[in-house]
């Protein structure tokens, strides 16, 4: 079975443009969740979806991020326009339904120059 | 403020030994508390998990202790190996929405 695929694994932008993440969750899983990890830290939740809604976005810098799951099944997170700060590990994972075990992907690694 | 808090950052164990990861967290509602190992490169991967229900729960070398009393949770992985070199998160969940990591601990199995 497939895990979780996120693209691209890497991405250097300068600062003030824009970048998109990409991830397609394990198949059959309702539940996507978008982290963010800064180097040395643990996952921060970003944004969690229940099928095509965002059930939880209340740590979502919405100046900055967006996301969209319009169908239910991939999903995208975007940065427009890219922050020094905002440098870090982009993770996506996915789960059957929310409270049951989350499947991350490898993580997009973004550097803002 | 950190809801799970984790100790220590980093840790270095011989082969063989046995390596202790604790967490702490303030908020009772918690009732999922589940343990990530991330190897470089790699997303988190769950590794074992508890319910407050239980002082304990053993999967092989791996083992979770849990305090209920004192707000407390910790790994303990038994016979320690090279490959178990790598990061370990603690986190703590209500019901299963928003999961609180801890901020890692780094664990070098020595040969």
């Known amino acids: 079975e497939a895990g979780v695929v996120q693209s691209p694994r890497y991405k250097i932008i300068e600062k003030k443009q824009p970048v998109a993440f990409w991830c397609n969750p394990i198949s059959g899983h309702n539940t996507l969740y978008w982290y963010l990890q800064n180097l040395g830290q643990g996952p921060e939740l970003l944004i969690r979806?229940?099928?095509?809604?965002?059930?939880?976005d209340s740590q979502l810098p919405k100046d900055r991020f967006s996301a969209e799951r319009l169908k239910g099944v991939d999903s995208t997170l975007k940065i427009q326009p890219a922050e020094l700060g905002d440098s870090a590990v982009y993770l996506c994972a996915s789960s059957q339904g929310s409270g049951n075990e989350q499947f991350f992907g490898p993580g997009t690694r973004l550097t803002v120059l | 403020q950190q809801q799970v808090k984790q100790s220590p950052q980093s840790l270095i164990v011989q082969k063989g030994g046995i390596s202790i990861i604790n967490c702490a967290y303030e908020?009772?509602?918690?009732?999922?508390f589940p343990w990530y190992q991330q190897f470089p490169g790699k997303g988190p991967a769950l590794l074992i998990a508890?319910?407050?229900?239980?002082s304990e729960k053993k999967e092989g070398r791996f083992t979770i202790s849990f305090n209920k009393s004192a707000k407390q949770f910790s790994l303990h992985i038994m016979d320690s190996q090279p490959g178990d070199s790598a990061t370990y998160f603690c986190a703590a969940s209500q019901s299963g929405n928003q999961f609180y990591f801890g901020t890692g601990t780094s664990l070098t199995v020595i040969p």
């Open positions: 508890i319910r407050p229900d239980v």
């Open positions: 979806y229940e099928n095509e809604e965002a059930v939880d």
């Open positions: 908020n009772t509602a918690f009732d999922y």
